[in-house]
């Protein structure tokens, strides 16, 4: 799948949707205001994956504030969120769209209807792990802060919005992960 220039591969014991191109969520979106959603929902037997992408790869300079834990107001009065604010607003708008589809009622339900209200059980049921993936592509690192440090701090504050229910990462194409890989198509 691909997002953001990236090409995503979930390793074979996962199902996963490009969350933000279904009917539901486009739906959900335009009856939302500011209602946004994540990027990939992915699930197996026991876990569920809520993952956004930024790739900031070449805009660093304009995204490096979006590090820190704060929002920006911009010239015509819309405000910007920093990533652990926006992924954490994504998430919960997620889990909204997620709980709307699962009100419908079994006669009018369509093949997406029950696979996000599988997704929905899942993440209730107390038997599956719930992760939320933030994977930021793109070099933010200075000379103060390393960028390992720079994602360490958006994982905290990720970590904080949650309370701790939610097992949060922040993540780049540079980490061996077992789940997900992300490859970056090309330097743009």
């Not at 074979?12 to 949707?17: H, K, L, P, V, Y």
């Not at 205001?33 to 993952?51: C, E, H, Q």
């Not at 070449?58 to 504030?65: L, P, R, Y």
Request: glycine share 6%; proline share 1%; net charge negative.
């Amino acid at each position: 799948m691909i997002e953001s220039n990236m090409k995503f591969e979930f390793s074979d014991q996962f199902r996963a949707i490009k969350f933000d191109d279904t009917e539901i969520y486009k739906k959900f979106q335009n009856n939302v205001s500011n209602g946004k959603g994540v990027d990939f929902i992915a699930y197996s037997k026991d876990k569920v994956i809520l993952m956004e992408i930024k790739n900031c790869t070449g805009h660093e300079a304009e995204n490096k504030w979006r590090t820190q834990h704060k929002t920006q107001k911009r010239p015509d009065g819309t405000i910007e969120d920093c990533f652990d604010l926006e992924v954490a607003k994504k998430v919960s708008c997620t889990l909204s769209c997620l709980t709307g589809a699962g009100t419908f009622d079994k006669y009018n339900r369509d093949d997406e209807h029950e696979q996000f209200l599988q997704i929905l059980n899942m993440l209730i049921d107390h038997k599956h792990e719930i992760e939320i993936i933030l994977f930021l592509e793109g070099d933010f690192g200075s000379q103060s802060r390393s960028k390992k440090m720079i994602m360490e701090s958006i994982q905290t504050w990720l970590k904080r919005h949650f309370k701790g229910w939610l097992n949060c990462r922040v993540i780049d194409s540079s980490v061996n992960n077992k789940d997900v890989k992300g490859i970056l198509l090309d330097g743009t």
